[in-house]
């Protein structure tokens, strides 16, 4: 009985709508075309439709990068940012009373998503750009002047699509091994190429080769630093590398590359990327925007 009501209903709403849209036979009646033949107006259809057409471009897209799969979406930013700490063995003396940065190797969350990180700046390979604009994939920069140097332009653009670049000191060097003051240069200094190039003053910072001592945490503080994550995987064009005993990615996970192309790997960038993508994806993690967590 339901179900006959139900569609006794529906056939009331449809002479109800014929009627609205002109369904007399007068001279003045609109001519309805063919059942199967209305283009897709009401407004769930279009949306359906909307959808599948995104879909397919996305599938497109996936396949002529070469990828298994269509990458996931991220989840929108929180709205509370999540309070990050320094990892447990990680820290400097005095690090949290002298409020110096927060050293960590993955973000506090329950969402299957992870971060990409890319440092140094020695590659500068276009199709990197296209593909990481095309797919729609969010990455976060650590630079050193002695390679950006050499073409600013390209990082500018990298900066336009909407790409963080923040300071992996002027010449990459082993900061431990300086002074306080020495590595206070190698840090403000790039503060300054940063803000001088592309206008805005980083609040990260990466210390070359993830080492660093009491006073990289307090040079970097005096610098304007806030943050300073390191990594907890590492991915390269033919193989990943992981700092954790199950050899596994995990949810908040900051994955650490380079830009590197043929001269230093077996394969360019956009290899290293398919690589990174498709494993994330088969596990079903999004690639998210480490700024917006911080």
Same mark, same amino acid.
Request: glycine share 10%; aromatic share 6%; charged share 25%.
């Given at each position: 009985?339901?179900?006959?009501?139900?569609?006794?209903?529906?056939?009331?709403?449809?002479?109800?709508?014929?009627?609205?849209?002109?369904?007399?036979?007068?001279?003045?009646?609109?001519?309805?075309?063919?059942?199967?033949?209305?283009?897709?107006?009401?407004?769930?259809?279009?949306?359906?439709?909307a959808y599948a057409t995104k879909l397919r471009a996305s599938a497109a897209v996936a396949e002529r990068w070469g990828l298994a799969r269509v990458p996931l979406k991220p989840p929108a930013p929180p709205a509370k940012k999540p309070r990050i700490t320094t990892r447990k063995g990680f820290e400097v003396v005095g690090h949290e009373?002298?409020?110096?940065?927060?050293v960590f190797t993955t973000v506090p969350t329950r969402e299957k998503i992870v971060f990409l990180t890319i440092d140094d700046g020695a590659e500068k390979d276009p199709a990197f750009l296209r593909m990481m604009s095309e797919l729609k994939i969010p990455y976060t920069a650590f630079l050193s002047d002695y390679l950006v140097k050499k073409d600013y332009g390209y990082f500018a653009r990298m900066? $336009?699509?909407?790409?963080?670049?923040?300071?992996?000191?002027?010449? !990459? /060097?082993?900061?431990?091994? #300086?002074?306080?003051?020495?590595?206070?240069?190698?840090i403000c200094g790039m503060q300054d190429v940063i803000e001088k190039r592309y206008g805005t003053r980083p609040v990260l910072f990466r210390p070359p080769f993830g080492n660093?001592?009491?006073?990289?945490?307090?040079?970097?503080?005096?610098?304007?630093?806030?943050?300073?994550?390191?990594?907890?995987?590492?991915?390269?064009? $033919?193989?990943?590398?992981?700092?954790?005993?199950?050899?596994?990615? !995990? /949810?908040?996970?900051?994955? #650490?590359s380079h830009f590197r192309g043929k001269e230093h790997w077996k394969g360019t960038m956009t290899d290293m990327i398919r690589r990174f993508l498709d494993k994330v994806t088969a596990k079903g993690y999004a690639v998210a925007r480490l700024e917006d967590y911080l």
């Open positions: 009985m339901r179900i006959r009501g139900g569609i006794a209903v529906l056939a009331v709403v449809a002479v109800v709508s014929g009627c609205a849209q002109g369904g007399d036979s007068g001279a003045g009646a609109k001519v309805r075309p063919a059942a199967g033949q209305q283009p897709l107006q009401a407004p769930p259809a279009r949306a359906l439709d009373e002298r409020g110096l940065p927060p900066r $336009d699509a909407g790409v963080g670049l923040n300071n992996h000191t002027l010449h !990459h /060097p082993f900061l431990p091994a #300086l002074s306080y003051d020495r590595q206070k240069r190698e660093y001592n009491a006073d990289t945490l307090r040079a970097a503080k005096a610098c304007g630093i806030t943050h300073a994550p390191l990594w907890n995987e590492e991915v390269f064009v $033919d193989r990943w590398a992981y700092r954790e005993w199950d050899r596994d990615i !995990h /949810p908040g996970d900051i994955v #650490l």
